[in-house]
């Protein structure tokens, strides 16, 4: 894959299946434009390609009412528009507009009935955001008195609060929105009988700085949130079934000690009563990203990181603290699945695999067969298969990642990439940067040192009060093994991440220097001091992983070691970055200027932290020609 091929990540969003109506969504990177489209295609299950089911800009998280006559959906109709609410006839005709809100909709969900759609949406003041006010209230001031007030690549969260709303799918009244305040509810699920709507929200609906969520009830024809469960820490994504079962993700921690903590499956009596986690806190972590849980007659199905994948696993409504072995695999073993949905026996999901950015899979009993085929220009192009990687740390530690390798014999000049969060993964999948890196000529090491998700819990917090201790050796331990091969020249070697990745790359620079020929540093966290009070999340993240103490905040800043960085190193950027502000790239590169480094400063103007993921196409391709002309000059294929 080259730069100029991002136009080929056509990406199936979460699938929705009724009877035999599937449906997903399509997206992909429309260069010329600039911005991302496509349109909801409707998949034959029994094989065949895929047809145009409705032909929007951009129309994308199609649900399926429970009688099976509409679909509803989110179409942006032109670039730079918000998502709204449309509904269309299952059998095909035209699609109505049910909602004109100035900062969009969010994702539909049916009332039992199918007479209403339930959804989140932010509210903005009278007069900000394009909505109907005084003209002088666009530019007014805001008032702040919380430290959660804003949110990377969302905004100013204290002056367009999120809401839940509720629609007539038959299009006669305007959306109503039934909850005020605070509380930011989100993921809404109705119960059976059709009268509430289910949210996970924030702790006494946001009365007190918290990072607590709890599941509230909120009434369908309007009243005051009422407690449904009060969690050990937070809920999301709750399903409500027809015994009155509320299941949920969940994250138990006392205060704000919430980061790399495996999220279970739990479940609740709607009626109250105490949560109960069905998944082992150790073994079992679920990916929120992937979707709410499914319940079926066989189980409640879950997607779980497992060693750098996203496996879809089934677990007895009646388990307790099940491990990871006794939970059944349903899909995505060597894989990532993405999005999932169920009817009947049969269990359809979108997975991502070496050699697909991902595609529709339908799994009846044990056999599953892809029904789309949307990477096929992809392959075309050129996909290399990661191979895995394994090592130990000085401590003995077994330690795991993946390396892509070029074309040819070698030996190959090395990049090592480390992967942000610092609680997230590398997969076995199929991943742009490292497909980019290796067809220009790079062997792509991929690291999941202690720190990382799907090892454990344990193996995530391993680094709480101790970064850049083994979670350095872990990474370094990884890339001796890839250097054991003979087609990777170990004497020819750079350094790469993003976010915790970019606060990686800068502690290596600084502490193993003689290992690397240059460094590129992106949206990287180089001084926790300033981080606590710029970040969106620093009020809390940085404690949480690197506790109280100035002087071991200071000592866990690659900035305080900036001094020690002689080799060439790059500091990227977003400008409107607000989960690692931009002041923490400008503090780096003035520090490495002054101390007279070869450096560059590079900002991309109107992106957020996203940008790799996704930013906007030209961005996204423009990155990659600096990350290849940089390494080029600084680690030439021979």
Not at 131 to 137: C, F, I, N, T
Not at 165 to 188: I, M, N, Q, R, Y
Not at 231 to 251: I, N
Not at 605 to 617: A, F, I, K, Q
């Amino acid at each position: 894959m080259r730069p100029e091929d991002i136009p080929l990540l056509t990406a199936p969003g979460a699938p929705a299946l009724h009877g035999d109506l599937l449906l997903v969504g399509l997206s992909t990177p429309d260069l010329a434009e600039d911005t991302y489209r496509g349109g909801l295609h409707r998949v034959p299950l029994a094989g065949g390609a895929a047809e145009e089911f409705t032909r929007g800009y951009r129309d994308y998280a199609p649900s399926t009412s429970p009688d099976g006559a509409s679909v509803a959906f989110l179409r942006v109709a032109e670039k730079g528009g918000t998502p709204q609410l449309w509904v269309i006839p299952a059998a095909g005709g035209e699609a109505r507009r049910l909602t004109d809100l100035p900062l969009g909709a969010g994702t539909p969900v049916w009332s039992p009935d199918s007479t209403r759609i339930a959804f989140v949406a932010r509210v903005p003041e009278p007069g900000r955001y394009g909505s109907a006010g005084a003209a002088e209230a666009a530019n007014a001031p805001r008032r702040i008195t919380t430290l959660d007030f804003r949110f990377d690549d969302v905004g100013f969260l204290v002056d367009r609060p999120q809401q839940l709303f509720a629609v007539d799918a038959a299009g006669t009244a305007p959306a109503k929105a039934l909850t005020s305040g605070h509380g930011e509810p989100e993921g809404p699920a109705w119960t059976p009988d059709g009268e509430r709507i289910i949210v996970a929200a924030k702790r006494d609906w946001g009365a007190a700085d918290t990072l607590n969520l709890d599941l509230y009830a909120i009434p369908a024809a309007g009243g005051a949130p009422e407690l449904v469960v009060r969690t050990e820490g937070e809920a999301s994504h709750p399903v409500v079934t027809a015994d009155g079962t509320v299941f949920y993700l969940g994250e138990a921690y006392p205060g704000t000690q919430s980061v790399a903590r495996n999220t279970g499956l739990w479940a609740a009596p709607l009626s109250g009563g105490a949560p109960r986690r069905l998944t082992d806190r150790e073994t079992v972590d679920c990916e929120r990203a992937a979707g709410k849980p499914v319940a079926t007659a066989d189980g409640v199905l879950v997607a779980v990181r497992n060693r750098g994948a996203v496996e879809l696993r089934r677990v007895s409504p009646d388990a307790d603290a099940a491990a990871l072995s006794e939970l059944a695999l349903v899909a995505g073993e060597q894989g990532v699945v993405r999005g999932f949905d169920a009817d009947g026996d049969r269990v359809v999901c979108t997975v991502a695999t070496w050699d697909s950015y991902g595609d529709v899979v339908l799994v009846t009993g044990d056999e599953a067969v892809r029904l789309t085929d949307c990477s096929a220009a992809l392959r075309e192009a050129g996909i290399r298969q990661p191979v895995e990687i394994k090592g130990a740390a000085p401590d003995g530690y077994e330690t795991h990642g993946w390396v892509v390798l070029p074309e040819g014999d070698g030996p190959h000049p090395v990049l090592l990439s480390v992967h942000g969060g610092p609680f997230m993964y590398y997969g076995p999948n199929f991943f742009d940067e490292a497909q980019v890196y290796a067809a220009a000529g790079y062997a792509v090491v991929l690291p999941n040192p202690r720190g990382s998700a799907g090892y454990g819990e344990s193996h995530g917090r391993a680094i709480l009060g101790a970064m850049g201790t083994v979670d350095a050796d872990d990474v370094l331990s990884v890339l001796d093994a890839a250097l054991e091969r003979s087609d990777l020249d170990s004497t020819r070697v750079g350094v790469m991440g993003g976010s915790y990745g970019g606060w990686m790359t800068g502690w290596l620079a600084a502490h193993h220097g003689e290992r690397f020929t240059a460094a590129w540093s992106e949206r990287a966290v180089n001084a926790w001091d300033s981080f606590i009070g710029t970040s969106d999340i620093g009020w809390w993240f940085a404690e949480a992983y690197c506790g109280t103490d100035p002087a071991a905040l200071a000592h866990q800043s690659p900035l305080t070691h900036a001094h020690k960085i002689s080799m060439p190193f790059a500091v990227v950027h977003s400008e409107h970055d607000w989960r690692c502000p931009v002041e923490q790239a400008q503090r780096m590169y003035v520090a490495l200027k002054r101390n007279g480094v070869e450096t560059e400063l590079l900002l991309f103007p109107d992106e957020g932290h996203e940008l790799t993921r996704s930013g906007s196409p030209v961005h996204r391709k423009q990155r990659f020609d600096a990350v290849l002309d940089w390494w080029s000059r600084h680690l030439p294929v021979k």
